[in-house]
């Protein structure tokens, strides 16, 4: 047998390899204007980036909703958002539900109040407040579904599934998935 066969690890493909694309934010406030700025206020403060304001797409009368109500605010992190993401995990106690990923291997949780959130402190401005993370991965490749011009599908084989997006979790943030 040759040496390299016996000695060498089997090597691992780097378009393979899982990463954090992206981390967004998000805080619902419903019509309530005062919230709304609050919101805003606390995203900041999570985030290096300028939060923005979402706004309603369809008239829901029985909750007095109308096209162009500002109703929430919102941050998308492209920018190491493992950074982020691991103070928000804290936050979670490093556990996260089995039904919190979905079957492309993104996954999302939601933080009851920011006052668990390592490196923020209570304001009584804000009062206690809870917000939404929503988590994207991706494999190298993925902009190819993405590009403007000839976009294509991502292969059966090259997506994230569930269990890969869990295993990676475990392995790069040290998550217990209950």
Not at 1 to 4: A, G, L, V
Not at 58 to 63: A, D, E, L, S
Not at 80 to 99: D, I, S
Not at 135 to 141: K, M, Y
């Given at each position: 047998?040759?040496?390299?066969q016996?000695?060498?690890?089997?090597?691992?493909?780097?378009?393979?390899?899982?990463?954090?694309?992206?981390?967004?934010?998000?805080?619902?406030?419903?019509?309530n204007?005062?919230?709304?700025?609050?919101?805003?206020?606390?995203?900041?403060?999570?985030?290096?980036?300028?939060?923005?304001?979402?706004?309603?797409q369809?008239?829901?009368?029985?909750?007095g909703?109308?096209?162009?109500?500002?109703?929430?605010?919102?941050?998308?992190?492209?920018k190491?958002?493992?950074?982020?993401?691991?103070?928000?995990?804290?936050?979670?106690?490093?556990?996260?539900?089995?039904?919190?990923f979905?079957?492309?291997g993104?996954?999302?949780?939601?933080?009851?109040?920011?006052?668990?959130?390592?490196?923020?402190?209570?304001?009584?401005?804000l009062?206690?407040?809870g917000?939404?993370?929503?988590?994207?991965?991706?494999?190298?490749?993925?902009?190819?579904?993405?590009?403007?011009y000839?976009p294509?599908?991502?292969?059966?084989?090259?997506?994230?599934?569930?269990?890969?997006?869990?295993?990676?979790?475990?392995?790069?943030?040290?998550?217990?998935?209950?």
């Open positions: 047998m040759d040496e390299k016996t000695n060498s690890k089997p090597e691992l493909n780097k378009m393979k390899e899982i990463k954090v694309a992206k981390l967004t934010l998000n805080m619902g406030a419903g019509k204007e005062d919230m709304l700025k609050k919101g805003l206020v606390l995203l900041k403060k999570l985030s290096p980036l300028v939060p923005v304001k979402t706004f309603t369809k008239r829901i009368p029985g909750w909703l109308r096209p162009g109500l500002a109703i929430g605010c919102k941050v998308t992190v492209r190491n958002p493992e950074e982020l993401l691991k103070r928000l995990l804290v936050a979670k106690e490093n556990q996260l539900k089995g039904k919190c979905d079957s492309q993104n996954f999302s949780f939601g933080i009851p109040e920011y006052i668990d959130i390592e490196g923020l402190e209570y304001d009584p401005d009062k206690i407040m917000l939404e993370v929503a988590v994207t991965l991706e494999r190298p490749g993925f902009r190819v579904k993405k590009k403007r000839q294509r599908e991502i292969g059966n084989k090259h997506k994230i599934t569930k269990e890969e997006a869990t295993a990676f979790m475990k392995e790069k943030f040290g998550v217990e998935v209950i």
